[in-house]
């Protein structure tokens, strides 16, 4: 069960500096003696970050993708910051692989998960000061728990997954962030299901995607010393949750994977008949939901018309997604970050694959932070990557 939760799940102890987009970034390097009084001061990155500071263009196969309906042509502009190779399990000394990214203000974080049948994971706090600096400033190890995504509200971090011992299954863990610098696990509440895979915060109240053979499962968080189960929702093999205006929307089914607008499963829309494609993300804005199916591409539901207006095929594997207005990224596995242009969402535009330098073929998922305009993506065992994300349109 660990093995095929692991291969469909998508994948930071360090400190690293860092400047914002488009500002110029001081040396890495050793400055010359003569220069050392006004050389720049920078911290020293820890040995598992690599500074890349580099801009990176997009792989296609015709120019005629990046070019708008009406002509002009799409400017997009990355640059990769930097690298990290991953943490290593407290027990095991295994690689680590991050799995999601949440942000609040200038803070990221990032929960991990194993690739093997051991479970252990870490929660990383990432500070990204825009126009400053990017830096981790702390991590909390666990050693009978793993997660596949994390959501950050308030004081508290909260993170789902599975666990080991005698309450082995899925779990929600609530760690206090109140000190960023030492995080706390404060509670934590054994779920049914065998992994929850995805979790959204409403008020006190969460929403947890739980296992092959659980469903939505309701925990109030009014105290989160004492997170405690009002309600669960079957659904065979939910997979993933969304919120848009106050409408709830899941992603599961036992024969494919459907889209469903609310908790009494009625509803729905046909993402795939494989189920193979699990696990489906998915990401929202006000007007549309954006699917990312691991074999069948990209999906767009019009919330509006409610309807799918349009298909995707894409390369690789489909993993995460995120959207950034007029622009998604996928985790597409061995064919990496790809870019979409959904300005119509009738009509998305493939713009092209980032071209990283030291590619290693392994996109497994990927955020954007709105406030700082930066990228995060988990790179399977070979860590993550941060790039910075500027559009003109």
Not at 35 to 40: H, K
Not at 325 to 334: M, S
Request: charged share 25%; hydrophobic share 40%; aromatic share 8%.
């Amino acid at each position: 069960m660990k093995q095929s939760i692991n291969a469909l799940l998508s994948v930071l102890t360090l400190t690293f500096f860092v400047t914002a987009c488009g500002q110029d970034k001081p040396s890495v390097s050793a400055p010359a003696a003569d220069e050392v009084s006004n050389a720049p001061v920078v911290p020293e990155l820890n040995s598992r970050v690599t500074y890349q500071g580099s801009k990176v263009g997009l792989k296609s196969s015709g120019e005629e993708r990046a070019i708008q309906g009406d002509g002009k042509k799409d400017e997009v502009e990355f640059e990769y910051l930097v690298s990290a190779s991953a943490p290593k399990g407290p027990i095991s000394g295994e690689l680590l692989q991050a799995t999601n990214f949440d942000f609040a203000g200038k803070y990221g974080f990032v929960s991990y998960n194993t690739a093997g049948e051991i479970i252990e994971g870490a929660l990383d706090i990432v500070i990204v000061e825009k126009k400053s600096y990017v830096d981790i400033k702390a991590s909390l190890l666990f050693d009978n728990a793993e997660f596949a995504d994390v959501k950050v509200e308030g004081e508290f971090a909260y993170l789902v997954g599975a666990q080991s011992g005698a309450e082995e299954g899925a779990v929600l863990v609530v760690v206090n962030i109140s000190n960023i610098e030492k995080p706390e696990e404060v509670s934590r509440v054994s779920l049914p299901g065998h992994y929850a895979t995805g979790i959204i915060l409403e008020k006190n109240v969460a929403y947890v995607t739980s296992g092959d053979d659980a469903g939505v499962v309701v925990v109030d968080l009014s105290d989160p010393s004492m997170p405690a189960i009002k309600e669960v929702y079957k659904l065979e093999n939910a997979l993933s949750i969304s919120e848009v205006k106050g409408t709830l929307y899941t992603l599961g089914g036992y024969d494919g994977t459907f889209l469903f607008n609310d908790l009494s499963f009625e509803s729905r829309w046909d993402i795939s008949k494989d189920r193979s494609d699990a696990p489906s993300r998915m990401a929202s804005d006000e007007h549309s939901i954006y699917i990312n199916a691991q074999h069948s591409g990209l999906s767009i539901v019009d919330l509006k018309a409610d309807q799918i207006v349009s298909r995707m095929d894409l390369e690789g594997t489909g993993n995460g997604i995120d959207v950034s207005t007029d622009h998604l990224f996928l985790a597409q596995g061995e064919a990496g970050l790809q870019v979409v242009n959904v300005k119509n969402s009738e009509a998305p535009r493939l713009l092209g694959a980032l071209d990283f330098p030291d590619d290693r073929g392994s996109a497994n998922q990927v955020r954007y932070s709105i406030s700082n305009k930066v990228i995060f993506l988990a790179d399977g065992m070979g860590g993550f990557r941060v790039i910075c994300f500027e559009s003109s349109h």
